[in-house]
């Protein structure tokens, strides 16, 4: 694959994008970018006050950007719903789903349904979402649910015998659970797309080890100082990790089922490429039980 940067989008003027935590970090930038190409961007967020300074910094440096900013915490499935219904209620034909957002390492807490924060977060809210929208970006044009996850997703399981960590719970580990589950989803959500011949992709990207306030908003203690210095000592700048969203969103080259991560090493770093998931989140068993439970515990049943 040939250097893509953001420079190789094309006019994506009468498309309509979503993207989740877009208000800072990898979102903001992903949002940026497509509102600058012509793309209409719904950028959410948790908080109405940085969400609106979002959409204020993007129109600040292109007056003619089509943002708005709708509330969204993915944490709470009755947020999810409230959000995705708003969306059909207004009409808004979406074409591309970005499920950006998420939480990193914080201690241990329940979302209001009960479930591991960072599981509820990064991968519930995203399923639910994707679920009640599905219909809409169906009849999309060039129609993409794109699925970010992380590298540490190579460290990860589903702990169906303990998912809410109750009885032992690390940081760490429940985010790598958490970034396990997207790349489970994602591919999963292909197959499952695949076998209906649907024109919708889905795709994965992971932006490498890029500097963002994930690292520290989540994370306390030492492991906080820790992600601080390694943000300063080796991180790139979050322009560069976007681009591996981006190119999921709207490159013609990416196809559904792919992953596409930086192509330096260790895939910390560089430029959007096509990089492998750990061999055991390509386990169909897996996906398939962690689908039956995501709609059990979302109450989010998918119409495929």
């Known amino acids: 694959m040939e250097r893509w940067t953001a420079d190789r989008i094309t006019d994506q003027t009468g498309r309509t994008f979503i993207v989740t935590g877009a208000n800072s970090g990898l979102g903001f930038e992903t949002a940026r970018q497509l509102a600058a190409h012509g793309g209409r961007v719904v950028l959410t967020a948790r908080s109405e006050s940085k969400g609106a300074d979002a959409v204020g910094r993007i129109k600040t440096a292109n007056p003619g950007a089509i943002v708005e900013y709708r509330l969204l915490d993915l944490a709470d499935l009755d947020s999810v719903h409230r959000f995705a219904g708003s969306v059909q209620d207004d009409g808004i034909a979406v074409d591309v789903l970005v499920n950006n957002a998420g939480v990193m390492m914080p201690p241990r807490q329940l979302s209001p349904q009960g479930?591991?924060?960072?599981?509820?977060?990064n991968h519930l809210g995203h399923f639910a979402l994707s679920g009640l929208l599905f219909g809409t970006i169906a009849q999309g044009r060039d129609p993409r649910i794109v699925t970010v996850s992380?590298?540490?997703h190579r460290n990860g399981s589903i702990?169906?015998?303990?998912?809410?960590?109750?009885?032992?719970?690390?940081?760490?580990?429940?985010?790598?659970?958490?970034?396990?589950?997207?790349?489970?989803f994602g591919l999963e959500l292909d197959r499952r797309l695949r076998a209906i011949r649907s024109p919708v992709r889905s795709v994965l990207a992971h932006p490498g080890y890029s500097d963002t306030n994930l690292q520290t908003s989540g994370p306390t203690g030492a492991m906080r100082q820790?992600?601080?210095?390694?943000?300063r000592l080796f991180a790139q700048q979050v322009e560069m990790g976007a681009l591996n969203q981006l190119y999921a969103a709207v490159a013609p080259g990416a196809e559904s089922g792919k992953f596409y991560g930086p192509d330096g090493f260790a895939?910390?770093?560089?430029y959007p490429k096509e990089v492998q998931p750990t061999a055991s989140a390509k386990s169909e068993e897996t996906a398939k039980r962690l689908w039956t439970l995501s709609e059990e515990l979302t109450g989010v049943i998918w119409k495929l």
Do not use: C, I, M
């Open 115 to 121: 479930s591991e924060s960072q599981f509820a977060t």
């Open 226 to 231: 820790l992600l601080k210095l390694g943000n």
């Open 159 to 184: 702990h169906f015998d303990d998912l809410t960590g109750e009885r032992s719970y690390s940081p760490t580990r429940y985010y790598s659970q958490s970034k396990f589950a997207n790349v489970l």
């Open 267 to 270: 895939e910390n770093r560089g």
């Open 150 to 152: 992380s590298t540490l």
